[in-house]
């Protein structure tokens, strides 16, 4: 069977419309009508490459800030919406994604949810998120996971606002009909653990003698930024630049060996000075987010400068190309890990 067969609609005679309108008003339709829109010979995704400057959206929150309380807003988080899909709180097919402010003296209400969340910490000097009796400090370039279905809640008891990025696989959740969610009982969730807890325990290399990993989500919540970035840098020193990606690494779970997440994959690239990749595209849609450096990256027809904080989609088995013009830094989350659950991940090099 060659592509154009599944690439080709039927014509439509007035006769055959007549026939559709009747099957319509019957709840049914002719396969032949939509087969190449949902039998897809590649993948056709929604979503389409955009890009979120900081500086722009830094004082769009600020004015949030100014308009409702954390507390009244139960989050108060600017969605960023792929400007294909305007409406449906959606970043890509499978992820949400926000920025979240938290002035000085609020508190941001307990919470859980059936959906897992990520926060990529922007802005911080002090200040918390709380996830099943941990408080966990934010410093920018800190990755901090929220398993689905654990209390959460977000204080800032510092003198300065806290802004971080948040994903979600909520669209995921949402499409699967699987999401719940209720307060705790108190505004903020009793503080049960000493702070640093999670990773104390989990991120030494060294487990109980009898641990089993109870679930797919990663016992260590806080991924600091100080040994990310040393991880990445010192491993760079070793380790070949690859023509699409740089130096690409994987957050992992230390408790498997697979992702922190079970939905959502992370990853930390380092792209050395003057860097001009290759082009590449994979099946998971990703949200990048740029830590350090500058750059820009090309993204199926469109050309996207990025400098630090800047947020940017790539959606599914787009052609992707990043240049870098000094040494930089880029966090990316996507839904890979369901993709290969599923063995279903494709990722190709294009030149
Ligand atoms: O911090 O719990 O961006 O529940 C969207 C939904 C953040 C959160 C979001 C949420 C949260």
Redesign the pocket.
Known sequence: MSNSALDVKPEITPKRQEFYDRLGKKAAAPLWEVLADIVTVKPKPVGVPALWRFDEMRPLLMEAGSLITAHEA??R?L?LENPAMPGKSQITGTL?A?L?LVLPGEV?PS?R?T?S?L?FVLESEGGY?AVDGERIVMRPGDFIV?PAWTY?D?GNDSNAPIIWL?V?D?PLINQLAVGF?EHHPQETQPVTLPEGDSLARFGSGLFPVDYKPAHGTTPVRCFPWDRSRKALLDTARSTPVNRCHGVKMRYENPATGGFPMATIGTFLQMLPANFSGAPYRSTDATVFCVKEGRGKSKIGNDVFSWGPRDIFVVPSWTPVQHEASEQSILFSASDRPVQQALRLWREEEMS
């Open positions: 139960e989050r988080v969605i949400y926000g979240q941001a919470h949810h959906p969340a926060r998120t929220t959460h977000h948040d979600l909520l969610a």
